[in-house]
C-alpha cells in the first residue's frame, strides 16, 4: 500500500518520514541528474539499505560511498548479510590509519571486482582484505588512496575468499 509512510520489512518496520529516508531522497535526486529511470533505480537500491540492521550513521556512509545503483545493491547483500557488522566496522577503524570512507571505498572495490564473474564474499573477509591492502600501501607509492592499492592488489593478485 503506498500511501502508508510504513514499510513492512522481513526484519522490521521502517518508517518513511525519518530523517535518514529524506537524505536518501536527496541523494537519490543528486545522483540521478534528473534522469527519472535512474531516480527509480537510486530510491530503489537505498530502499533496500535503509532496511539494514545498521545504525543511521553507518547507512548514510555506505549509501555516500556509492557512486551508482548497483553499489548498493552490493553492500546492502554484504551488510545484510552480516549479524555483526557494526562491530566489524569499528574494529577496522580502530586498528586503521583510515577512516571508514576509505575502509568502505576498499570493500566496495573488491565487491565490484568479485561481481564481475558473479563471486561474493564475507565482510569478514572483505575488511580483511582492505587491512592487508592497508599495510601493502609502502609497496604502490604511486597510488594515492586505499581504494586504489585495493584495485592493483586485485589486478596483481587477486582475491580468494
Known amino acids: 500500500m503506498a500511501s502508508s509512510k510504513f514499510i513492512a520489512t522481513k526484519e522490521r518496520r521502517v518508517d518513511m518520514s525519518d ?4 537524505i536518501f531522497e536527496a541523494l ?5 541528474g534528473g534522469v527519472v529511470s535512474l531516480h527509480l533505480a537510486w530510491s530503489a537500491a537505498l530502499k533496500k539499505l ?3 540492521e545498521m545504525d543511521a550513521g553507518h547507512i548514510e556512509i555506505l549509501a555516500a560511498t556509492c557512486r551508482a545503483p548497483r553499489d548498493v545493491e552490493l553492500v546492502a547483500s554484504l551488510f545484510g ?3 555483526n557488522a557494526e562491530m566489524l566496522l569499528g574494529e577496522a577503524t580502530q586498528d586503521s590509519s583510515y577512516p571508514i570512507g576509505d575502509i568502505l571505498q576498499g570493500v566496495l572495490g573488491l565487491c565490484r571486482h568479485l561481481d564481475r564473474d558473479r563471486r561474493k564474499t564475507t565482510l569478514k573477509m572483505a575488511i580483511g582484505f582492505v587491512r592487508c591492502c592497508e599495510e601493502s600501501m609502502a609497496t604502490y607509492p604511486g597510488l594515492d588512496t586505499l581504494a586504489q592499492v585495493v ?3 586485485l589486478e596483481e593478485h587477486g582475491f580468494e575468499g
Not at 530523517?19 to 529524506?22: G, K, L, Q, V
Not at 537519490?28 to 540521478?32: C, D, K, N, Q, V
Request: aromatic share 0%; proline share 6%; charged share 40%.
Open 19 to 22: 530523517p535518514i529516508d529524506e
Open 81 to 83: 548479510a552480516t549479524g
Open 151 to 153: 584495485d592493483r592488489m
Open 50 to 52: 535503509a532496511t539494514s
Open 28 to 32: 537519490a535526486r543528486e545522483r540521478s
